[in-house]
């Protein structure tokens, strides 16, 4: 099994639609958990994180993260063509940091 | 406000090639790692540096030399170019240690016939 498991996609919304992406992970360890943004032919940028579970909101986008079922999730309101990248979760203790494998989004005008 | 920059932007290699990957950053952060991205396999930690002349180890250091003799430098050495290295590779870098904010470079995409 793998330590982070992320559904490739792609997957292909109507613009301004709401748009759920999900990880799970094996883990306990992992303390802190991140969403990356990765366009095409660039390198990934840091989009959320958070410590514990709940939620983070933060404009259109909102980090839930549930310790419990080893679960996290970014939801995206509002989708823009421009949110069209691909999305990685990544999560960590100490140094250490994990990435899934990414999931492709298209927002279609 | 360059950030983390890489060079070349592409390559490609005949296998037994020899190659340096150059990545600099300009936010003065203590942290800098290469990654490499494959399709369906995330990004995986090849080496990284905690400092100048401190290196360690990732997930999948063979094949590859690192070295830190500056804070701003970081490169990456491919001592024998081999088609299973054929791939995207990212420098990274942090401020300490533990901070979450992982600042990216652009990437250099290389293939190794």
């Known amino acids: 099994q793998k330590e982070v498991e992320q559904d490739p996609g792609p997957l292909s919304v109507p613009e301004g639609a709401i748009v759920s992406l999900n990880c799970t992970y094996s883990?306990?360890?992992?303390?802190?958990f991140m969403w990356y943004r990765q366009y095409s032919r660039k390198g990934p940028e840091l989009l959320m994180y958070?410590?514990?579970?709940g939620n983070k909101e933060d404009g259109r986008f909102t980090a839930q993260v549930d310790k419990s079922s080893k679960y996290i999730s970014l939801f995206i309101r509002d989708s823009q063509p421009s949110d069209s990248a691909t999305y990685l979760c990544?999560?960590?203790?100490?140094?250490?940091?994990?990435f899934g494998p990414g999931t492709r989004l298209s927002v279609l005008p | 406000n360059a950030g983390v920059t890489q060079t070349p932007k592409f390559q490609v290699l005949k296998t037994g090639q020899s190659m340096t990957l150059q990545c600099a950053q300009d936010?003065?952060?203590?942290?800098m790692s290469w990654y490499r991205q494959d399709p369906g396999m995330g990004l995986r930690l090849i080496h990284y540096?905690?400092?100048?002349?401190?290196?360690d180890q990732g997930e999948v250091p063979n094949g590859y030399n690192v070295s830190r003799s500056t804070t701003e430098d970081f490169p990456l050495r491919l001592l024998s170019a081999a088609p299973s290295q054929t791939s995207v590779y990212f420098c990274?870098?942090?401020?300490?240690?533990?901070?979450?904010?992982?600042?990216f470079g652009s990437g250099t995409q290389l293939s190794v016939l």
């Open positions: 990544a999560m960590g203790y100490g140094q250490n940091f994990v």
């Open positions: 540096s905690v400092g100048a002349g401190i290196t």
């Open positions: 883990n306990s360890a992992f303390q802190y």
């Open positions: 958070t410590y514990s579970s």
């Open positions: 990274a870098s942090r401020e300490g240690m533990t901070n979450e904010k992982l600042f």
């Open positions: 936010m003065n952060h203590e942290y």
